[in-house]
């Protein structure tokens, strides 16, 4: 069903005015004549209002907590030990100097 009144920015304005509770009496009055004849803007209003009760009750989840970063963490002596082997076995290992051709 479509409302013959759609574009009517009247009408709209009056619709969320109602809605949001800041509509005054004649704005009422003009929307609850036009609710009885339009089945659409029952409709529309009566999805408007649920939509605004079930954000009402929505609240935001809590917080996780934080998780480890990504790949495998490793204490940090460890690291540093790893640091340490790789460094002194470079340096035990002997140079190698380019052959010369002849």
């Known amino acids: 069903m479509d409302c013959e009144r759609v574009g009517d ?3 709209q304005a009056d619709k969320l005015d109602v809605l949001y509770g800041e509509a005054d009496v004649e704005a009422r009055a003009r929307l609850d004549a036009h609710l009885l004849v339009c089945a659409a803007c029952r409709e529309e209003m009566a999805g408007l209002r649920g939509l605004r009760r079930d954000l009402r009750a ?3 989840p809590t917080a996780r907590p ?4 990504r790949g495998v963490v490793l204490p940090r002596w460890l690291a540093a030990a790893a640091v340490l082997l790789v460094g002194f076995t470079a340096a035990r290992r002997p140079t190698r100097r380019p052959r010369r051709r002849r």
């Open 58 to 60: 929505w609240r935001v």
């Open 9 to 11: 920015e009247a009408l």
């Open 66 to 69: 934080a998780f480890t970063p």
